[in-house]
Antibody
Framework: QVQLQESGPGLVKPSETLSLTCSVS?????????WAWIRQSPGKGLEWIGD???????YYDPSLNSRVVISVDTSKNQFSLRLTSVTAGDTAVYYC????????????WGPGTLVAVSS | IQMTQSPSSLSASVGDRVIISCRAT??????LNWYQQKPGIAPKLLIY???SLRSGVPSRFGGSRSGTNFTLTISTLKPEDFATYYC?????????FGPGTRVESK
């Protein structure tokens, strides 16, 4: 069955760049679907950040658009998130997930990784 | 599109019928998904397209739509169903989630 796993630093300094990678197993990214990043913080709940398809076409939440880049590495079957100029407001649990083309459901999700923004 | 949920929390007993509501601020057709989340664990898909049950999800979970109002029903609450439930619209980007409904043990 498809599994996703997030990895990356758990602590990022303000104004720096948050970088996370999602490794996908038991399913080739090139086979289809969108590949999404979502975050969850106590203050903002669940927030879709953006996603990417197998061709590299990206879709971002407009509120984060200027700071977000999602990329895909098909050779490693991974996709990545970069969020620049972070502030304390970006502290959250970050999840990666597979998103369906038709109805847009997210399934499965990775276990999530907590990223704190602090000096 | 904003999503609201009611109630924000509820207390119920095993065996109860539980109904959770979700409302969209605009038409989203049937592009509405429901997720279950337990503390410290990622959300899990329960229902997609308003009323389609994800494979492997118990049949006591059901979803319905009336216009821009959606309902998640748990017909007979089991101990493992105490959790937080979120709705999500995937009709118009950005895909947005409701604030969640916490189902607690009475």
């Amino acid at each position: 069955q498809v599994q996703l796993q997030e990895s990356g630093p758990g602590l990022v300094k303000p104004s720096e760049t948050l970088s996370l990678t999602c490794s996908v197993s038991e399913y080739a990214i090139t086979s289809g679907f969108f590949w999404a990043w979502i975050r969850q913080s106590p203050g903002k709940g669940l927030e879709w950040i953006g996603d990417i398809d197998r061709s590299g076409t990206t879709y971002y939440d407009p509120s984060l658009n200027s700071r977000v880049v999602i990329s895909v590495d098909t050779s490693k079957n991974q996709f990545s998130l970069r969020l620049t100029s972070v502030t304390a407001g970006d502290t959250a649990v970050y999840y990666c997930a597979r998103r369906a083309h038709d109805w847009g459901w997210l399934d499965p999700w990775g276990p999530g990784t907590l990223v704190a923004v602090s000096s | 599109i904003q999503m609201t949920q009611s109630p924000s929390s509820l207390s119920a007993s095993v065996g109860d019928r539980v109904i959770i509501s979700c409302r969209a601020t605009d038409d989203i057709s049937s592009y509405l998904n429901w997720y279950q989340q337990k503390p410290g664990i990622a959300p899990k898909l329960l229902i997609y397209a308003a009323s389609s049950l994800r494979s492997g999800v118990p049949s006591r979970f059901g979803g319905s739509r009336s216009g821009t109002n959606f309902t998640l029903t748990i017909s007979t609450l089991k101990p493992e169903d105490f959790a937080t439930y979120y709705c999500q619209q995937t009709y118009t980007s950005p895909w947005t989630f409701g604030p969640g409904t916490r189902v607690e043990s009475k």
